[in-house]
């Protein structure tokens, strides 16, 4: 190569303390002895405020490259530079470790590859295209929320088999616990119960309920999964569903579909449209798995050899080519934030738990109550008490907060403006007050909805409540109105939190099981979050819905169908894209030099 | 003059303390989780707005920085990690520098080399007195005692006075702020009261221990300089004003030590950054305290003759204080902090005049 070919690398170590990234000082060794590598430097040699001095430097230069981490950060200053030495700014190439899923120590031979590409000028994603194999055509869903019935329903209507599989009894997920969805104000359940059904009857679909996922094996095209069948205890062939176990059963629990304000027993159905429509025994909080004395269960069953107490656990494998991953989210734990006195004081909420009480099906049969202590000091709901007449929204629960959440959780603020509606609607005297940072109402038809909820009368207030206190049984916020520059301290009768989301307490189990990664921010990561935001870097695995990221249920429907298109897409050409991450370092390099000439 | 836009103060302030101002998103957070504000009195959001703003007239004219004492629950609840309580802190050195109309204050805050500079000068200025004197004790001690009568004298009318005067009128002249005559009277009792026990930090979070240190500390450096410059401790034979002057001094250089301690362990939010200006004031009042005790002792036990160096010492180290670090350092805050309660009080009852409150 000529003396015009000459080519700089610029290599990026900003790792914000991060110590398992790949080895950036053994690639720069490498890279340096290139024939046409003519110098390289590090970021933390270089003043990044003297572009003047840098411009000197990269006089001989043909082309640069940037390299390393966050390299989006010195490209502004590295044009310039380009510029003052009288280089064409086009010559700088970007070869960013994060962007092609190189972050941790075990991915520095793939680094090496992305500087290797940029270095011989061919783009690493078309020498990094892997080969392809045959693909088997059942599929596994994991998870039976909103996304996994949507993607199962989609490829099983494409003619093709799935097993979805879910780890409570039911399917629904969290869309089956809300009263109505924004902005439309449909009832979620209308939405969300046909769909169940049709998953139910279809005979493409093989439910999995009250299951987990054991280990993944194999690669892409064949993956062989152990499922956990945990046992139900009754058997769901026989079951008729007529509720008199449930009845006469002593052992109570928490509903964890009521949010937890509520008690079921422990042989329940987790609500009343649940699919399948069958009862389950809870082994925790069953008297006779913990102590083995009750039964009666059994004794009251009408049903011969229906409920057996003392069924196992047991263990299938099945043989799947494609997994999408639709795992769902949990809600930001409020108790985290002692300052807003959630756990503390009875009438601090969350907006989950509104959203059970505003449910018609819900613990109070829709009607919006004072929480207080029963006899036993239970924190209980009760009907009979009078109704709360003022309430507080408080946004951001959890959310962009870099002591907890740094990102937005995207629903929050739509969801708060609907329970702004139904608290209206309910109680049309009430005064309800929305404490808001910014109000992101993105969607269709959301901002809309938005300038509706200020025209029903909805007090909306910029600036984020700093606390909550308890002052003669009510509620005092303290909040800095922002826009009009004053305090306000308000009584409330009831505080509701927008909870942000968070992903599962098992979702890096279940990434290294699966082989996929993490975001920064605990979400799986998708394969390229602008042009394949349900890939992932193991071929054959697709991630849909919030797990990938928070998101409002239109945006979870359309990502899970996409993440079907693409599992429906490898059947149909009977071939499946390997792992990216199984290509060598040797092939890419071989693959790129093939590319170049 | 109007509010103009002064993109460079963002800069400006980076010299004065530590944090980055454009982090924050106007939650609101920090000033309502405060102690302190109150319905007419908003701070700190209200200041890094003017930062980020650039209005320079505006965060001129802010009182709020001296009512804040950095418990540091702002900043540890900040969402933005945009660290408000240490933001406070640059403002309150800022303002000194906006004060101070001989410009060293500001100088001293950003160049450590200016204050080593000029620490220097005064510790040669002593020593040439000390050599004029022909090292003497008894002429360098009565020069001594003079000496700081005249600096206090100097200081206050000097340098403090005006200073004040200064800071009146930026906050309450130029502002148009109409307070009845009255309540300049009434608040002036206040005035005094604050400045002695600043109790307003009592309701702050971090609890009243650091607030009797702070107050132990303010009421033993006091009688130190009145049992000094007025009794002339040092060469006095009164054996309760002997004891006294232990005692004070004791307070002074026992608690300022722990508040060195505290600053090296970097524990509580208040002691995570410290700018030299912090280190210099409790360092020198430790060192004053310390200093002066010896110094009395060795006077007691007649050995001060032979180790007239240790007198030389104390000399340097007060005359740096005085002519350094008391005018135009962290020691102003204890007045301005009290003139900011002061003025405060007549901004609120100047809107109460106009029925705004």
Excluded at chain 1, 448 to 460: H, T
């Amino acid at each position: 190569m000529g003396e015009n070919e000459r080519t700089g690398i610029f290599f990026c170590i900003n790792l914000n303390g991060n110590e398992d990234v790949v080895d950036i000082f053994k690639i720069a060794k490498n890279a340096e002895k290139k024939p046409n590598v003519s110098v390289v430097w590090y970021s933390s040699d270089i003043s990044l405020s003297d572009t003047k001095k840098f411009a000197s430097e990269i006089k001989n230069l043909k082309r640069l490259i940037i390299a390393g981490y966050k390299t989006g950060t010195v490209k502004s200053f590295l044009t310039e530079a380009m510029v003052i030495a009288g280089k064409n700014p086009e010559n700088i190439l970007m070869a960013d470790f994060n962007e092609y899923g190189a972050n941790t120590k075990a991915d520095t031979e793939k680094a090496k590859a992305v500087v290797e590409c940029a270095i011989l000028g061919v783009p690493f994603e078309a020498a990094s295209v892997p080969g392809e194999t045959s693909v088997c055509t059942e599929t596994l869903v994991i998870g039976g929320g909103i996304a996994g019935i949507q993607a199962s329903l989609e490829i099983a209507n494409g003619n093709q088999k799935v097993y979805l599989l879910e780890r409570t009894g039911t399917i629904g997920g969290h869309m089956a616990m809300f009263d109505k969805t924004f902005p439309t104000l449909d009832c979620a359940a209308c939405i969300l119960t046909p769909k169940m059904v049709e998953v139910g009857q279809h005979p493409n679909i093989e439910l999995m309920t009250y299951c987990e996922v054991k280990s993944v094996e194999g690669e892409p095209g064949n993956y062989k999964v152990r499922i956990l069948k945990k046992a139900k205890r009754v058997d769901i062939s026989r079951c008729i569903a007529c509720g008199i176990c449930s009845e006469k059963c002593p052992g109570k629990a928490v509903s964890e579909f009521d949010a937890g304000t509520t008690l079921r027993k422990a042989i329940y159905i987790p609500f009343p449209q649940a699919v399948p429509n069958k009862y389950l025994i809870d082994a925790d909080n069953c008297i006779y798995v913990q102590s083995g004395k009750c039964g009666i269960c059994v004794k009251v069953c009408m049903v011969d050899s229906c409920i057996n107490l003392d069924e196992k656990d047991e263990e299938v494998e099945i043989t799947v080519g494609n997994i999408i991953v639709a795992t769902g989210f949990k809600v930001f734990d409020a108790k985290k934030i002692e300052r807003f006195g959630y756990g503390k004081f009875p009438n601090v909420i969350t907006s989950l738990e509104l959203e059970r009480l505003v449910n018609a099906a819900g613990p109070t049969g829709g009607n919006i109550c004072f929480r207080t202590r029963d006899k036993k000091g239970n924190w209980i709901f009760s009907d009979d008490n009078e109704k709360p007449k003022s309430f507080a929204l408080i946004h951001c629960i959890g959310s962009r907060d870099e002591n907890y959440n740094k990102y937005c959780s995207r629903v929050c603020c739509m969801y708060s403006l609907k329970l702004a509606h139904l608290i209206k609607e309910k109680l049309p005297d009430s005064d309800v007050f929305e404490y808001y940072i910014d109000m992101r109402a993105f969607g269709k038809g959301y901002e809309e909805f938005y300038e509706r909820i200020k025209e029903e009368g909805v007090n909306i207030i910029r600036g984020k409540t700093a606390k909550i206190e308890e002052k003669n049984g009510q509620l005092l916020l303290r909040t800095e109105d922002v826009i009009n520059d004053r305090l306000i301290e308000q009584k409330v009768d009831m505080v509701v939190l927008a909870v942000g989301l968070e992903p599962r307490e098992d979702t890096s189990e279940m990434a290294e099981m699966l082989g996929i990664s993490r975001s920064d921010d605990g979400w799986f990561l998708e394969a390229n979050s602008i042009c394949d935001p349900v890939g992932t870097y193991t071929g054959g695995i697709t991630i849909a819905g919030v797990c990938q990221g928070p998101k409002d249920i239109p945006d979870t429907i359309a990502q899970s169908s996409e993440a079907a298109s693409h599992v429906l897409k490898s059947i149909i050409n009977g071939k499946i894209r390997k792992s990216i991450k199984d290509l060598s370092y040797d092939k890419i390099v071989s693959n790129a030099k093939e590319f170049s000439k | 003059m109007s509010n103009r836009v002064n993109p460079d103060l963002k800069k400006e302030l980076r010299k004065f303390g530590e944090g980055d101002w454009n982090d924050c998103f106007n939650c609101g957070n920090c000033t309502a989780i405060c102690s302190l504000t109150e319905k007419d009195i908003l701070f700190p959001r209200k200041e890094i707005r003017a930062i980020q703003m650039g209005l320079k007239n505006k965060l001129a004219s802010s009182v709020g920085p001296w009512l804040c004492y950095y418990c540091g629950e702002c900043s540890e609840t900040c969402p933005r990690d945009a660290n408000p309580g240490e933001l406070m802190m640059a403002v309150r050195r800022y303002l000194t520098k906006i004060y101070d109309w001989t410009g060293l204050a500001g100088l001293f805050y950003r160049s450590k080399l200016a204050l080593f500079i000029g620490f220097l000068l005064v510790l040669i200025a002593v020593i040439a007195v000390g050599y004029v004197k022909g090292f003497e004790t008894e002429a360098l001690m009565e020069f001594g005692h003079l000496f700081e009568q005249y600096v206090i004298l100097a200081l206050f009318t000097l340098i403090i006075l005006p200073n004040i005067f200064h800071m009146f009128w930026l906050t309450i002249v130029k502002q148009k702020v109409k307070a009845p005559v009255f309540s300049y009277i009434t608040g002036f009792w206040h005035l005094i009261w604050n400045m002695f026990t600043q109790n307003r930090s009592l309701k702050c979070e971090t609890g009243s221990f650091r607030w009797l240190e702070h107050f132990l500390i303010v009421i033993g450096y006091l009688l130190l300089l009145f049992t000094t410059v007025f009794l002339n401790w040092f060469s006095t034979e009164n054996n309760f004003i002997i004891w006294l002057g232990y005692i004070v001094c004791g307070l002074v250089f026992v608690f300022t030590f722990d508040f060195i301690i505290d600053r090296l362990r970097k524990k509580r939010e208040v002691t995570k950054f410290s700018h030299h200006s912090d280190w210099l004031f409790v360092i020198w009042l430790f060192l004053l305290g310390l200093t002066a005790f010896i110094v009395r002792l060795f006077v007691d036990t007649n050995l001060i003759d032979n180790n007239l160096w240790l007198y030389m010492i104390h000399l340097i180290v007060i005359a740096q204080w005085g002519i350094l670090l008391v005018p135009f350092g962290k020691w102003t805050h204890f007045l301005y902090r009290s003139f900011a309660i002061y003025f405060a009080n007549l901004k609120k009852s100047a809107l109460k005049r106009e029925g705004k409150l």
